[in-house]
């Protein structure tokens, strides 16, 4: 097995080798040539399983920057590379259940039914149609009043904790597959909702958009982190930031990068989410851009992401800085014409 494994990484590593040299004077060649790279070095590649489950709650109270974007394509690109993903939709416009394809119209058991009345996780999650080994606890149009619902409620901030607890207690008594990952997909805003996603995660991944309203918003969120680890789950950690809407053509955008890995060095991922027309259409065809257009430049660098993630917690793999297309943001945006 691991003969094979050394056989596959050598044979990657000489098609890299083959490519052709670009530099600073020429960018679109640069570009494609980090796509081409990205594509040899990643697909078909299995990514490592974390030693435990890893609950990551996706949040930015800012709305726009691709929390749901993220959520998703990280999701499908880690099922994609062999792990077990669950995603709870817990916003109420449930577009991340629409993006991975799963049934959310009002009446399907959905996050409402386990938040509002106690229903178990495990006659509501549905696997997606696209992507084997991924998992999504739908949202439906109920959950737009479980905020005011859940106001007089018994525990009403960990209620999605004991939901999933229970959950992957089920999966272990009946003999499936353990979850490696479990996405939570926030509203742009700090409602119980969102406290609720918070009290259930271990770690907290934010999506930030490079321009300069996107660093207003995350001084809030990190004070709201910080009061959520003080008074109910000391546990949380921002682990993660992923710069997303990235235009290298501009120099707000780099400003923006810049100041953000200054400032959070070990927790901003090397990789960079470009803009791509081919991401914003996904969801209209019920996809991620992980099914919907594989190779285009959006998928790839949501694929790098995700083995970047998934190689932060796994032991023995190494610094993440040896990730694949590290050394370099796309040259430019892509339209993925």
Same mark, same amino acid.
């Given at each position: 097995?691991?003969?094979?494994?050394?056989?596959?990484?050598?044979?990657?590593?000489?098609?890299?080798?083959?490519?052709?040299?670009?530099? @600073?004077? %020429?960018?679109?060649?640069?570009?494609?040539?980090?796509?081409?790279?990205?594509?040899?070095?990643?697909?078909?590649?299995?990514?490592?399983?974390?030693?435990?489950?890893?609950?990551? #709650?996706?949040?930015?109270?800012?709305?726009?920057?691709?929390? !749901? %974007?993220?959520?998703?394509?990280?999701?499908? *690109?880690?099922?994609?590379? +062999?792990?077990?993903?669950?995603?709870?939709?817990?916003?109420?416009?449930?577009? @991340?259940? %629409?993006?991975?394809?799963?049934?959310?119209?009002?009446?399907?058991?959905?996050?409402?039914?386990?938040?509002?009345?106690?229903?178990?996780?495990?006659?509501?999650?549905?696997?997606?149609?696209?992507?084997?080994?991924?998992?999504?606890?739908?949202?439906? $149009?109920?959950?737009?009043?479980?905020? $005011?619902?859940?106001?007089?409620? /018994?525990?009403?901030?960990?209620?999605?904790?004991? =939901?999933?607890?229970?959950?992957?207690?089920?999966?272990?008594?009946? +003999?499936?597959?353990? $979850?490696?990952?479990?996405?939570?997909?926030?509203?742009?805003?700090?409602?119980?909702?969102?406290?609720?996603?918070?009290?259930? *995660?271990?770690?907290?991944?934010?999506?930030?958009?490079?321009?300069?309203?996107?660093?207003?918003?995350?001084?809030?969120?990190?004070? !709201?982190?910080?009061?959520?680890?003080?008074?109910?789950?000391?546990?949380?950690?921002?682990?993660? $930031?992923?710069?997303?809407?990235?235009? =290298?053509? !501009?120099?707000? =955008?780099?400003?923006?990068?810049?100041?953000?890995?200054?400032?959070?060095?070990?927790?901003?991922?090397?990789?960079?989410?470009?803009?791509? /027309?081919?991401?914003?259409?996904?969801?209209?065809?019920?996809?991620?851009?992980?099914?919907?257009?594989?190779?285009?430049?959006?998928?790839?660098?949501?694929?790098?992401?995700?083995?970047?993630? *998934?190689?932060?917690?796994?032991?023995?793999? +190494?610094?993440?800085?040896? !990730?694949?297309? *590290? #050394?370099?943001?796309?040259?430019?945006?892509?339209?993925?014409?």
């Amino acid at each position: 097995m691991n003969a094979s494994i050394d056989a596959d990484d050598a044979r990657r590593a000489a098609l890299v080798q083959s490519l052709p040299a670009a530099d @600073a004077d %020429t960018p679109l060649m640069a570009e494609l040539q980090l796509d081409a790279r990205r594509r040899i070095e990643l697909r078909g590649r299995r990514f490592p399983r974390p030693p435990a489950t890893r609950v990551i #709650t996706v949040a930015n109270q800012k709305g726009g920057v691709g929390k !749901t %974007t993220t959520t998703v394509n990280l999701a499908a *690109a880690l099922a994609q590379a +062999g792990l077990q993903v669950l995603v709870l939709d817990n916003d109420p416009q449930g577009n @991340a259940s %629409t993006a991975l394809g799963i049934e959310h119209r009002a009446g399907t058991p959905s996050i409402y039914e386990v938040l509002v009345d106690g229903a178990p996780m495990h006659g509501a999650v549905q696997e997606s149609p696209e992507v084997p080994g991924l998992w999504c606890l739908p949202a439906t $149009i109920d959950l737009s009043g479980a905020e $005011i619902e859940l106001v007089s409620m /018994v525990a009403r901030e960990t209620r999605l904790r004991t =939901a999933l607890e229970q959950y992957l207690q089920w999966r272990r008594d009946n +003999g499936h597959e353990p $979850i490696d990952y479990v996405f939570v997909d926030c509203p742009p805003s700090l409602g119980l909702l969102t406290v609720n996603a918070f009290v259930v *995660a271990r770690e907290v991944l934010i999506p930030i958009q490079c321009e300069y309203y996107a660093l207003e918003g995350l001084s809030q969120l990190l004070k !709201t982190i910080d009061l959520i680890q003080a008074h109910l789950n000391p546990a949380l950690e921002v682990s993660t $930031i992923l710069l997303t809407m990235y235009d =290298a053509r !501009t120099n707000l =955008a780099q400003q923006v990068a810049d100041e953000v890995r200054t400032h959070f060095p070990e927790r901003t991922l090397r990789t960079t989410v470009p803009r791509s /027309v081919r991401i914003s259409e996904a969801p209209s065809y019920g996809q991620t851009v992980m099914t919907y257009d594989a190779g285009s430049s959006g998928a790839l660098a949501y694929l790098e992401a995700a083995r970047e993630l *998934a190689e932060r917690a796994a032991p023995g793999t +190494g610094s993440t800085n040896e !990730t694949v297309g *590290a #050394t370099a943001a796309p040259a430019a945006t892509q339209e993925d014409m």
